[in-house]
Each structure stands twice: as C-alpha cells, then as structure tokens.
C-alpha cells in the first residue's frame, strides 16, 4: 500500500486549500482512512476520518464547519478540503489508512497501518 498526499502550499488566512491523498495497492482492503496534522514543536492530531464505503466518521471540533472530506472510490483517492482557513491550521498534514474496523478509535494513529508522505500547508495571516 503507497498513498501520496499533495496539495498544500502557501495560502493567506480565510483561504481554501484542496488536499488530496492518491492510494495505491490493496486498496480493496481499506475499511477507514484519516486526515492527520503536525505542527511545529507539537504532536500530530487527529483532523478527519472517513470509511472507504464514504462514511464520514467525524471532524477534529476546531475544523468542523470548515474541513470537508471525501473519497472517491473510483480514484482510490481520499480528499481535504479546507476553507476559511486560519493561521493556527498551518502545519504537515498527513493521510493514513486502517485495514481493520477500528470502532471509535479513529482519532488514534496508532491505529492506522499505512501513512503519506505529509504535504505542507501554510496559513499566513
């Protein structure tokens, strides 16, 4: 299994950015996939999450209104788009895959088995 996130970049605060995590191998075999952010000097958090059947499960609380994501199962490709961004959105956002059902344990990264390369976004106020 590879996924390859893209998408980030530079953008000004109240901006949208479009992520995009392209997936490949077993992608039968996916049952949750995850949007996940590192900023610096700080641990990586959970973001979004979403079932391969295109369940969304839920959204980090300071992202909700303003995140969206999605699947395309046709694609193998997992999105994240993010409007009215703020500076503190700014760090390495990272998309993740579990094979297994993970019940309501999705906003744990250890329970996801592949993980993207990262891709960065910055928020510039």
């Known amino acids: 299994v590879q996924l390859q996130a893209s998408g980030g970049g530079l953008v000004q605060a109240g901006g949208s950015l479009r992520l995009s995590c392209a997936a490949s191998g077993r992608t039968f075999s996916f049952y949750v996939m995850g949007w996940f952010r590192q900023a610096p000097g700080k641990e990586r958090e959970f973001v979004a999450a979403i079932r391969w059947s295109g369940v969304v499960l839920s959204y980090k609380d300071s992202v909700k209104g303003r995140f969206t994501i999605s699947r395309d199962s046709a694609k193998n490709t997992l999105y994240l788009q993010m409007n009215s961004l703020k500076p503190e959105d700014t760090a390495a956002y990272y998309c993740?895959?579990?094979?297994?059902?993970?019940?309501?344990?999705?906003?744990?990264?250890?329970?996801?088995?592949?993980w993207g390369q990262g891709t960065l976004v910055t928020v510039s106020s």
């Open positions: 993740a895959t579990g094979l297994n059902d993970v019940g309501s344990y999705y906003a744990d990264a250890n329970r996801y088995d592949y």
